[in-house]
C-alpha cells in the first residue's frame, strides 16, 4: 500500500488532470478534533467552549456527529498537512514516568471526498467518501504509569473509551458471526459514538496496533493482540453513497418546517409533575433548536460555491502566516519566553513575547486576570511579575509563590539574563531570550578579544 501522503498526491493529480464532455466537479475538506476526557475539542480553533464541543445524533441517519467543528476546503496534500501541524500544535500532551510525551487525548482526522457529477437522467448527483484516520491514546496502569491526580483522571477516562471501543468491536465481531441479539454498545463513549459509522456502517476499516517488546509490558502487548484480533473479525460491505443534491436540500427544507411545527407543542407524557413537563420540554426545545441550526448550517454550506470556500480558507492559511512571520520578526527584536520540554519537538511551540512595563504571571481564571495565565500544580492566582524597562528585564515571585531561576528558587525580585531558564509553579518550564541584551553581550566580547 502508498504512504497516506502518496495517497492522497495522487488523488489531487486524478482531481486537477480530470477531463471529458461532462467533466466532475471535486471537494474535498478537513477537519481534526481531539476526544480529551471526554470531552471534544477542535484543534483547528484556539479556543473551545467549557465542557467541549455538544456531540449530535442525525434522527434521520442515526448517526453521531459534532455541528460546530471546523470544516475547511483544501485542494492539496500540502494545505493537509499544514492543517494536521496546526491540529497537532493544540494537542494535548502531558508526561507520566512511562512515557514522557504520553498522549493523553484521542485523536481524529476526518477527510470527506465529494464527487459531483450528472446521472443519465441528467439530474445532480452527490457521490460521498468520508476516511477517518484516528490515533487512540494508549491504555495505561495507574500503577506502572506513577500518574496521580488530573493525570490518574485522564488515564481512568481513556481507559474507559478503549473499553467501550472493545465492547462495541466484540459486538460487531458477533454480528459478523451471525449472532442476532447482540447489541452494540455505541453510546457508551464520546470515541465509539462518533465512529460509528467508521467501525460498523458503510466502511472498510484497518487498525494498527503499536506493541512493546519489553517483558514488563506483556500484558498490555497481549491485551492489544486480543483488540486487534476482534477487529479482524468485523465484517462490513461497503456501498456507494450517492445521493441527488436537489432532493438533499429539498429534504433539509422539509425537515426545517417539520421541526418548527413541532417547537410549538412538545409532548409530554402523563402522569408527569408540573416540574418534570417544563424541564422536558426544554430539553426537547433545545434538541430541536440544535438540529434546526445545523440544517440551516448545511443550507448555508451547499449554496456557498466550492472555490469561493477554498478561496476563504487560503486567504485565513495566508493570514496565519503573516501572524508566524510577525511572531518571528518581534522573536528578533524584543524580549519573550519559549518553553522547554522534554520531547525536542514540543520545545520552542509556545512564545510569550513580553511588553514594556509589567507582565503578570498567575493562575488561569484568577479573577486578577493575569496576561500569562496558567493552570497545573502550585500556580498561584497572582505568582509573579515580570517588568521590562529598556535593555533590563526584571522577574519578581509573588508571595508564597513557587518559581525558580536555573534551578534556585527565587525570593523577591532579580534581573534576568539571556538564556535564564524559569520554572513557574511545577510544570511550567520557559528559556528567557533577550535580543538586546544578547547584541550587548556580542559586543562586549568582541571588543575584550
Excluded at 460546530?68 to 499544514?82: C, L, R
Aim: with cysteine; net charge positive.
Amino acid at each position: 500500500a502508498l504512504p497516506i501522503s502518496e495517497e492522497y498526491n495522487e488523488l489531487f493529480k486524478a482531481m486537477n488532470s480530470n477531463k471529458g464532455n461532462h467533466p466532475m466537479k471535486y471537494e474535498v475538506t478537513f477537519s481534526m478534533l481531539e476526544i480529551y476526557n471526554e470531552q471534544v475539542r477542535d484543534l483547528l480553533t484556539r479556543t473551545n467552549p467549557k465542557g467541549g464541543l455538544p456531540v449530535r445524533q442525525n434522527p434521520k441517519l442515526g448517526l453521531f456527529y459534532v455541528p460546530d467543528v471546523k470544516k475547511v476546503a483544501v485542494g492539496s496534500y500540502v494545505e493537509i498537512e499544514k492543517r494536521i501541524e496546526e491540529g497537532t500544535m493544540n494537542r494535548t500532551v502531558a508526561s507520566t514516568n512511562m512515557n514522557a510525551t504520553s498522549s493523553r487525548a484521542h485523536t481524529v482526522v476526518t477527510i470527506t471526498f465529494s464527487q459531483i457529477g450528472k446521472n443519465d437522467a441528467g439530474q445532480e448527483t452527490k457521490k460521498t467518501s468520508v476516511i477517518n484516520l484516528v490515533d487512540l491514546a494508549g491504555s495505561e496502569r495507574a500503577d506502572s504509569t506513577g500518574a496521580t491526580g488530573d493525570r490518574l483522571k485522564e488515564g481512568a477516562n481513556i481507559n474507559k473509551s478503549l473499553s467501550a471501543l472493545g465492547n462495541v468491536i466484540s459486538a460487531l465481531a458477533d454480528l459478523s458471526a451471525g449472532k442476532k441479539k447482540a447489541i452494540v454498545p455505541y453510546r457508551d463513549s464520546i470515541l465509539t459514538k462518533l465512529l460509528q459509522n467508521a467501525l460498523g456502517g458503510n466502511s472498510k476499516t484497518v487498525m494498527i496496533a503499536a506493541l512493546s517488546p519489553a517483558d514488563i509490558n506483556y500484558s498490555e502487548t497481549l491485551s492489544t493482540l486480543r483488540y486487534a484480533d476482534r477487529a479482524k473479525k468485523i465484517k462490513t460491505r461497503a456501498v456507494v453513497n450517492e445521493n441527488p443534491l436537489h432532493k438533499l436540500i429539498r429534504e433539509l427544507r422539509a425537515e426545517n418546517e417539520r421541526l418548527k411545527s413541532r417547537m410549538g407543542g412538545v409532548p409530554v407524557a402523563a402522569g408527569m409533575s408540573e416540574e418534570e413537563k417544563s424541564k422536558m420540554k426544554r430539553k426537547m426545545e433545545e434538541e430541536i433548536r440544535a438540529q434546526l441550526e445545523a440544517n440551516m448550517h448545511m443550507l448555508g454550506d451547499m449554496s456557498t460555491s466550492w472555490d469561493e470556500k477554498l478561496k476563504n480558507n487560503r486567504d485565513e492559511s495566508a493570514a496565519g502566516q503573516a501572524e508566524a512571520q510577525k511572531m518571528e520578526r518581534l522573536k528578533e527584536t524584543e524580549p519573550h519566553l519559549v518553553n522547554l520540554n522534554e520531547d525536542p519537538l514540543l520545545s520552542g511551540v509556545v512564545v510569550h513575547i513580553l511588553k514594556k512595563g509589567k507582565t503578570t504571571v498567575g493562575r488561569k481564571g484568577a479573577s486578577s486576570n493575569p496576561d500569562l495565565p496558567f493552570t497545573g500544580l502550585n500556580i498561584e492566582a497572582e505568582h509573579a511579575v515580570i517588568g521590562v524597562s529598556g535593555k533590563e528585564v526584571t522577574l519578581k515571585s509573588c508571595q508564597n509563590a513557587n518559581t525558580s531561576i536555573n534551578g534556585s528558587p527565587l525570593v523577591g525580585e532579580r534581573a534576568l539574563c539571556h538564556l535564564d531558564r524559569l520554572l513557574f509553579g511545577s510544570g511550567h518550564m520557559y528559556v528567557f531570550k533577550n535580543p538586546k541584551s544578547r547584541s550587548t553581550q556580542k559586543k562586549s566580547s568582541s571588543s575584550s578579544s
